[in-house]
């Protein structure tokens, strides 16, 4: 069932760029396989299951695998939305935790909102902040995040700094909230 998920998922991104002339080979598979195929493993799920499963996968990791975190905890009460700090520190540390030693975790992609990466006709600049204790993995990262037309990659140290970069997300929720027109908000340090 995931395996058909995944492929009909990708499916629909290719089409999707398709119809705007440009032909791609985005495929998509169950997790494992997915896991098993990749040099760049991304837990792209809900931050309370991101560990759970990057942990499933983990025997599936190839030796020149990277895995990143892009997941934010974070709770909503009356007043707005809050950094949920996790008890390993933060979710990447926490994802960290369950995978392999040999395997580098980058910490990226937290404070891009998926409206405006998805609208594909918007201009964007904005910066990707990225964490991780292994210099070349995070190297990859910033050399994919900035293939993206607009977004400039930016260093923030060790993995221990990731709950630093998580938590300016819900602030920009809650920016988004209190005013009007603002929505899919990023950052750009200047
Ligand atoms: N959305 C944003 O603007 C944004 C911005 C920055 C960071 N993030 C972070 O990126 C991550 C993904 O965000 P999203 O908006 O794409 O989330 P989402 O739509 O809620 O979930 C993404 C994927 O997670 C899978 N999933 C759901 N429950 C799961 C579970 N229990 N175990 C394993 N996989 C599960 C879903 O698979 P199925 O399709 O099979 O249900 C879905 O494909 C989150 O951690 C979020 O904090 C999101």
């Known amino acids: 069932m995931y395996k058909r998920q995944g492929e009909s998922r990708a499916a629909d991104y290719r089409n999707r760029l398709a119809d705007r002339g440009i032909d791609t080979d ?98 964007l600049a904005l910066d990707v902040v990225v964490s991780g204790d292994d210099a070349d993995a995070k190297g990859v990262v910033v050399e994919l995040a900035e293939e993206i037309d607009g977004l400039r990659a930016l260093d923030a140290g060790p993995l221990a700094n990731s709950a630093e970069i998580e938590s300016i997300t819900p602030l920009l929720i809650n920016l988004a909230m209190n005013n009007d027109g603002m929505h899919d908000l990023g950052v750009r340090f200047q």
């Open 26 to 123: 985005i495929s998509g598979t169950d997790n494992a396989s997915a896991a098993a195929g990749s040099r760049i493993v991304v837990a792209g799920v809900p931050p309370a299951y991101a560990a759970d499963t990057i942990e499933a996968v983990r025997d599936d990791l190839t030796e020149e695998a990277i895995v990143v975190s892009p997941a934010v905890a974070m709770a909503r009460n009356g007043t707005g939305f809050h950094y949920d700090t996790p008890e390993a520190g933060s979710v990447a540390e926490a994802v960290a935790a369950v995978t392999p030693d040999e395997v580098p975790i980058v910490s990226a992609f937290q404070n891009l909102a998926a409206g405006a990466l998805t609208d594909l006709d918007r201009e």
